[in-house]
DNA sequence: ATGAAAGCGCTAACAT
DNA sequence: ATGTTAGCGCTTTCAT
């Protein structure tokens, strides 16, 4: 390829910018029809006529042609892809959410952009411009709270006809754009009522060590308010260690048999775990001694002991539920509408065990 | 918008195709250059002068401008994006992997897109031609074992330029790609051999339910031989449920007392949890009356009893060097030099803790 | 049912 | 250092 001029008969047509790849316009001379006629069979094969279309059909497969996505959106406008912001991809939470849209969007062949924010606003604003620049079909964010520019751009890509949703997160009241989720600050009165049923009066709420994490201090302050409420003691105390089930061990060890609390209520299942093994080490009774209340429902929280009280939490019917709103946005078609007899209840479900 | 005509001097310059975002043309119109100018700025500020940067930069700033990045692709052939096969992001043992590529890529401007394969071939070949389709900057796919066709694709794809790595695999032999991993038939023999070395010799390895998993087959196959080679008794028994707790579970469970081996392998920690938990149940001795090796390290190992014996896997790492070795191989910088004193090994290793 | 022409918004290549 | 020209590969629009 020394000698550029030497090789003008081995480009592709397609001149000196070509890339090397099968084109269209390769399958049309193939076939003997204008590139149109390959496009629309590829997009609408009902209006190509059969005999047309199986000459283009053949060409298709001989070149092995692969359509350009780029090229298609910028004449388009529009892009198959999804873009997905989350606080953290390794977060199990998340994974499933993720996995539930991909299924979801997979069948409609939209493909998923992810980029994980690390939980935070400026991470996330600064992905958020980047994944836009894609000029993506529809966009999954995170919770409800972003910064100013966030916003910004996320009501410009809904003026622009773009879906725009908020996942995992529910305010009606505040909401701008389409959220699918639940709110945490009920979810944690719900936690708090049950433990005020069970008759605990003296409560703990272990919130996560993840400052950001501010969904898990809404259940919180939730939480924190109903047990005010009904006029219980009630503290909330944070997360030590950013290692989850050390730290919920390590709440456990820090307190004496005098200062503990009659119940406590955790950010999330990986904490109530650590602190379930460690109770259970110090051969703390539960629920007589000490009741747990955990959140998630993650596999492992029905395989210790009893079983830990917990709620559980629809992670990838969220991530589907995206997904459907948003092919009901773009106007495809849904996957097996038959799987949604009934729109599913999105909130935690109490999954009492024995912890409580 | 009924009457198209009316709105002639509304239309933003760029006529009627477009799709009334800002582009490239408006800002070099606004700030008196030629639209190439401010490409410059954009890729290579240097190249610009001081002068005339700032005031595209003045320009840019007031109209607010995104890039399209399907335009910047088309022309340039290039696109910052990778793709990434694997075959379940609910899967944490992927998801930290993820995690890992997604923050060595992102300083680079690398955006990342996701495709599930769910342990699917046929799925997998399908997403690989979905995504080459967006001609990524580099393809990452899990496993050595792929269809026959996307074989063919991740060749062509390597021809014409692009980076392809297969993760979580190794085998030099017959390697074709570049490969970031472990070789897991290695791996099941260093399982078998550590617990020869205790001095158990009736053993099994309890392999995954999902039965495309060939990783977990594989380290099973490298166990059964290591330990036939010792002259060990060794079989190999499959997960009976989906649910890999239970299924360790009732792995144990549906052993009796003199039929049960000495010692008992996991394809994963999810399983060889469950099994350790079933034992505790059952008053089994641990290591005494049996032993367990676990595989994977997953944070739950080290919290449950005296502590899973496990292979430490680096989920996380191999991420990251999957995004450095494209980010070499793309003559990008890399973020932090330093973070790497020497090249980590990707190996597995022992963890030994209280079950073996 | 099919085709021709004209872009989509950007960048490579080649001036100047 | 900056501008001009000519595409990238596809789809929209308008003819036929």
């Known amino acids: 390829m020394e000698n550029p001029e030497s090789d003008i008969f081995t480009i ?3 001149g000196r910018r070509s890339h090397g790849k099968v084109t269209l316009a390769e399958v049309a001379a193939r076939a003997g029809v ?3 006629t390959v496009s629309r069979l590829l997009r609408a094969p009902q209006s190509v006529r059969p005999g047309t279309a199986e000459r283009i059909l053949l060409a298709l497969r001989e070149t092995g042609y692969a359509p350009n996505k780029q090229a298609g959106s910028l004449a388009s406008g529009r892009s198959a892809m999804v873009a997905v912001l989350i606080p953290s991809v390794a977060n199990s939470i998340f994974a499933e959410t993720i996995q539930g849209l991909s299924d979801t969007l997979q069948p409609a062949g939209l493909e998923l952009m992810l980029a994980p924010s690390g939980y935070s606003h400026d991470r996330e604003e600064n992905q958020l411009r980047a994944l836009l620049g894609w000029a993506p079909a529809a966009v999954v964010v995170t919770g409800r709270h972003h910064s100013p520019g966030s ?14 949703i908020e996942m995992w997160d529910k305010h009606p009241e505040t909401a701008e754009f389409t959220q699918i989720g639940f709110n945490h600050h009920e979810v944690g009165q ?3 009522r049950h433990l005020l049923d069970c008759g605990y009066d003296d409560l703990i709420f272990l919130d996560s060590g993840v400052v950001q994490d501010y969904r898990a201090h809404e259940r919180g302050q939730g939480f924190l308010q109903a047990a005010r409420q009904a006029g219980a003691k009630v503290r909330i105390v944070t997360a030590a260690s950013i290692e989850p089930m050390a730290a919920g061990r390590l709440a456990i060890q820090g307190m004496t048999a005098s200062q503990r ?3 406590i209520a955790f950010a999330n299942d990986h904490l109530a775990v650590g602190a379930l093994l460690q109770a259970l080490d110090m051969q703390i009774e539960l629920p007589q001694q000490l009741a747990l209340l955990g959140f998630g429902d993650f596999p492992i929280a ?16 969220i991530g589907q539920e995206c ?3 948003i092919l009901s946005a773009l106007n495809l078609p849904m996957p097996d509408d038959e799987t949604r007899p009934a729109p599913m209840p999105l909130e935690p479900r109490l999954v009492i065990r024995q912890t409580t």
Not at 151 to 164: D, H, K, N, S
Not at 302 to 317: C, K, Y
């Open 34 to 36: 204008a590139t149109m």
């Open 261 to 263: 609390p009659r119940a």
């Open 302 to 317: 029905s395989q210790l002991g009893g079983g830990l009280s917990t709620l559980a939490v629809p992670r990838q019917q």
């Open 151 to 164: 916003i910004q751009l996320m009501r410009r890509a809904r003026e622009a006809g773009t879906p725009v």
């Open 323 to 325: 997904g459907r709103s």
């Open 12 to 14: 592709p047509p397609g």
């Open 190 to 192: 719900v936690m708090a």
